[in-house]
């Protein structure tokens, strides 16, 4: 499972990022790496790009680059 | 404080002792991390503002002053991490690590910490740490942490942070300002920061390099020349560490990464040094939500955010119109009433003219737009103070896709509505060069204030001023001449992308900051600085063009009209008397002024490029204000009262009633209606700013695209005219 699939209202944790594209690069420098607890917010109209919530922060991303990131539920967080 | 000390306070007041800055010190910090609101509570308005040299990005600088001390701030651009993605970023990386030429290394860093974010503000004060600087960190925005139920652990941040120290400011109200300043006084005296240990063997190959190299290198410069690769400073690290220095570099690297990108590795051992620490300074204790999160929760949902962006949009320009008209009107009888001041007061002549009808009317015609710039301004500010234009980045991404641009590029699009100049320095943003020349030829396009003059001259004299349905015509013929410059820029862009700005297509990442109250001292501030440079411009450029083609329209004299008038005004007294003779004197007087205006320098310019223009329907004094208006096109409403007003004697006819009345010499009407849509679409179109053409290429470092911009525009405001006239003349 993907960023491009999160669920409103559950989180996730990242697990693996494939970090070849220098894009990927930059939102690793910008906190999207292995560990970072991270929550869906917003689609915007035309379903893309996307906004994620993660440690008080909002960043705004698109799908073709959210593919990159592999993600796991957290469980027990409502 | 004791009645001495008191005293002594007092006595040093009086005789204001200056104390030389103890040293520079950068403001570092995250975008929108309330950086410059700090800086400019730090130094007032005792800023400098100038270039970095080569590019047009703005350098900030200040001293910021105590009692008995005094420090010179740098405000840098706002920038995430050390490894450079944007030419800003760029910038305040190279001024940080004093490679940037003319500017000394600073001597300090202020990192400005945003206490609401504090997982990308510490990733990026770990590696200021490591820069061998004395560090203070300015923890912003603890009031917005506070309402958020965010509480910070100052000791324990400090004790993980090495002892460096940290003050909690609100930067906005000024409280904590008092500590931090004087933390700042002391920073030049500090020794330099010890950075946490959060990768062992980084530090380790970094340490075995140095010992190669000089001992000015420091840590920071082996860490980017290792990590970021490519570049300056990998050469010059190749070039000190003599033969073998690419290998050795290449072996240090393969051992650290492997065939990891090393820029990746390097996030995740940073962040994970954040990650662990983070549980220790901060809690979060569960809020309910509050306005801001519900409003971003709204602002954000397809739908409503998109509606509510064209609402935004709509109320703007309905403000920029309506607001500024009482103002406009003050102004411009203001105008009036000096200039027939001094015609009454002055012996009639060349000096009375030149006050009259080129400095007076020149200026005020231009000064009269500023109520209009101002709010327009005003309104930029304050949306993008905000956080919301980055929302509308959010929001507009999917739709500039589709002309292959990204959201990036709505904000410098609608900084254009203003103006060209600072919207295209606005494109800085955008990391790809393909995507930035995009935007930046796309930008010029849009209805800048500067248009608006002309729009609106044109629109209340031909248009009338009737209502259909809920909409005026007038307006309407406003908001299509709007979308007109949209449409014509993003088809521009398409067609560029298609062809010469061929590539990948544009990426799009943004943070989208929080929603938050514009602080009204650091819009007013902002709107100061822009309020200046329109005047600057309005006083320098424009002055001096109104009075150019005041001249050119005033010299030569010709001694044969002036005599004729003489003449014609003498046999006239002879056979008439009463209103009649008032009434030919008047016209007697009219004809003698489109006379001497015909035989005038810029009549005869006029004259001469007139058969160019001539299947567009413009006579010869059109074309002789629009080549006027070459140079800045907001001369060109200047321009027209002088042409229409030189000499006139119907001192209180407007000018829209004057361009009505104009007639060819077969008496023929010269502003019908399709001569004058045509006039529309060829300002809506022609590149007539040279400011415009200067920053193109002063930021696309280039003469090939001001060059192709100028002959673009201007050859489709020509053909737009043209088609226009022809077909409508039908």
């Known amino acids: 499972m993907t960023l491009e699939s999160l669920q409103h209202g559950k989180r996730y944790v990242i697990v693996a990022v494939a970090c070849a594209d220098p894009m990927v690069q930059r939102l690793m420098v910008l906190g999207l790496v292995e560990g970072a607890e991270i929550e869906l917010v917003s689609i915007a109209i035309g379903g893309d790009p996307l906004e994620f919530r ?9 799908r073709e680059h959210a593919r990159f990131f592999a993600v796991s539920p957290l469980a027990n967080v409502s | 404080m004791s009645a001495k000390e008191n005293l002594t306070r007092i006595a040093a007041d009086q005789i204001k002792v200056r104390h030389h800055p103890a040293g520079t010190v950068a403001v570092v910090g995250n975008p929108n991390s309330g950086k410059s609101t700090l800086f400019n509570r730090f130094t007032g308005l005792r800023q400098k503002t100038g270039n970095y040299p080569g590019v047009t990005v703005e350098r900030h600088s200040g001293i910021a002053r105590a009692d008995n001390a005094a420090v010179e701030l740098m405000d840098l651009p706002g920038m995430h991490a050390l490894s450079a993605y944007s030419i800003e970023e760029r910038i305040a990386v190279d001024v940080v690590l004093g490679r940037m030429p003319g500017i000394d290394r600073p001597t300090g860093i202020v990192a400005v910490v945003d206490a609401t974010r504090l997982y990308q503000g510490l990733y990026l004060l770990q590696q200021l740490l490591e820069l061998d600087l004395p560090v203070l960190v300015a923890l912003t925005m603890t009031d917005a942490a506070k309402a958020g139920g965010l509480s910070i652990d100052l000791e324990a941040l400090q004790q993980h942070l090495c002892g460096v120290t940290v003050c909690p400011v609100v930067a906005t109200t000024g409280q904590g300002m008092t500590a931090l300043r004087d933390a700042l006084m002391q920073l030049p005296q500090q020794a330099p920061a010890k950075p946490p240990e959060f990768w062992p063997r980084l530090a380790t190959e970094v340490q075995q390099l140095a010992a190669d190299l000089p001992a000015s290198m420091t840590r920071t410069e082996i860490e980017r020349a290792l990590i970021d690769g490519s570049g300056a400073l990998e050469t010059h690290v190749i070039g000190e560490l003599g033969d073998g220095g690419h290998e050795r570099l290449q072996q240090a690297r393969q051992r650290l990464f492997g065939d990891i990108p090393p820029l990746a590795e390097e996030a995740r051992h940073r962040y994970d040094w954040v990650r662990k620490l983070l549980p220790d300074v901060q809690r979060q204790a569960p809020v309910l939500t509050t306005w801001k999160t519900r409003l971003a929760a709204w602002v954000n949902r397809p739908v409503p955010g998109t509606a509510g962006l064209f609402l935004v949009m709509a109320v703007v ?15 411009d009888a203001g105008t009036a009433m000096l200039s027939a001041l001094v015609m009454e007061n002055m012996p009639a002549g060349a000096l009375a003219s030149l006050i009259s009808d080129g400095i007076i009317a020149g200026v005020g015609s231009v000064i009269i ?11 930029i500010i304050v949306l993008e103070d905000s956080g919301y234009l980055a929302r509308a980045a959010y929001l507009m991404d999917r739709a500039m896709r589709s002309v292959g641009l990204s959201g990036q590029s709505i904000i410098p699009m609608i900084s254009s509505f203003a103006c060209a100049v600072p919207a295209i320095m606005a494109t800085r943003v955008i990391p790809n060069r393909r995507d930035r020349i995009a935007t930046i030829l796309a930008a010029p396009f849009m209805t800048c204030s500067a248009r608006l ?7 209340a004299a031909f248009v009338p001023h009737t209502d259909i349905g809920f909409v005026n015509l007038q307006g309407l013929v406003l908001f299509g001449l709007y979308m007109l410059g949209i449409v014509a820029g993003l088809l521009t862009t398409l067609m560029l992308r298609k062809t010469a700005l061929h590539g ?11 929603f938050r109250m514009p602080n009204a001292r650091t819009v007013l501030m902002q709107l100061r600085g822009r309020a200046t440079v329109f005047l600057r411009r309005a006083g320098t450029v424009i002055f001096a063009v109104a009075v150019c083609v005041w001249a050119l ?29 008032e009434e030919t004197y008047a016209r007697l007087d009219n004809e003698a002024a489109a006379a001497q205006l015909e035989q005038s320098w810029l009549g005869r310019a006029g004259k001469f490029v007139e058969p160019v223009f001539t299947p567009l329907g413009w006579d010869w004094k059109v074309s002789a204000a629009v080549i006027a208006g070459f140079p800045a096109r907001e001369v060109v409403i200047a321009v027209m009262g002088t042409v229409y007003a030189v000499g006139d004697s119907a001192d209180d006819a407007t000018l829209s009633e004057r361009l009505r009345a104009a007639t060819r010499a077969d008496g023929s009407l010269i502003f019908t209606l399709p001569m004058v849509f045509g006039l529309l679409i060829f300002y809506a179109f022609c590149m007539q700013c040279a400011a415009t053409l200067a920053v193109i290429r002063r930021e696309t470092n280039s003469l090939r695209w001001p060059v192709f911009a100028w002959v673009y525009m201007t050859s489709l405001g020509y053909i737009g005219a043209l088609l226009v006239y022809q077909l409508g003349s039908l």
């Open chain 1, 54 to 62: 993660l440690y008080g922060m909002s960043i705004s991303l698109r």
């Open chain 2, 317 to 331: 320009f309905q403000a920029v119109f309506a607001w500024a008209t009482p103002l406009m009107d003050t102004i």
């Open chain 2, 369 to 379: 737009f500023l109520p209009q710039i101002l709010i327009l301004f005003l309104f």
């Open chain 2, 453 to 459: 003059p002309i729009y609106a001259l044109l629109i």
């Open chain 2, 504 to 514: 990948p297509k544009p990426a799009f990442a943004l943070m989208l900051p929080e």
């Open chain 2, 553 to 581: 329209a005033y010299y030569p004299q010709s001694d044969g009209v002036a005599s004729d008038l003489l003449e014609e005004r003498a046999v006239a007294a002879i056979s008439l008397t009463g209103n009649q003779l």
